[in-house]
């Protein structure tokens, strides 16, 4: 595959979350890919532990009044941007870009401080994509 090139922010989707061409910052100091999450709550669901989430806040355009569940997730120890170790959720999803679809990992954060409400870190973009920090929704612009 041949890698294409993003800028320092793009638009993605995120079908499996109703989510279509939100804003997204690249980030290459960052691992893994996280979004801004404004409720998590684990429990029980017929014997099985279920993580109830809701991405995004409703200040943001793209926002939908969504609670996703999934019992496919994990836990992750993880370096804030300020330095500070906590542990997050982490779930996966279908992303499109370019019109390519592929897997992606995300942890749930509070992001209501941050410009941008997801970060894509460089294990998303990995062996996919090449940065141009001095570009920005080159995967719009591949389209026209």
Known sequence: ???KVIGRRERITLPEWGL???TAKVDTGAYTSSIHCTYTEEREVDGVMTLFYRVLSPDNKKYKDRIIATSNYTQKKVKNSFGQAE???KVSTKVIMFEEEF???FTLT???KMRNAILIGRK???GKFLVDVAEVNLSLKSKK
Do not use: G, P
Request: charged share 45%; no cysteine.
């Open 124 to 126: 998303m973009i990995q």
């Open 87 to 89: 542990v997050r959720y």
């Open 110 to 112: 509070d992001r209501s």
């Open 1 to 3: 595959m041949e890698k």
């Open 103 to 105: 897997d992606a990992e």
């Open 20 to 22: 279509k061409m939100v």
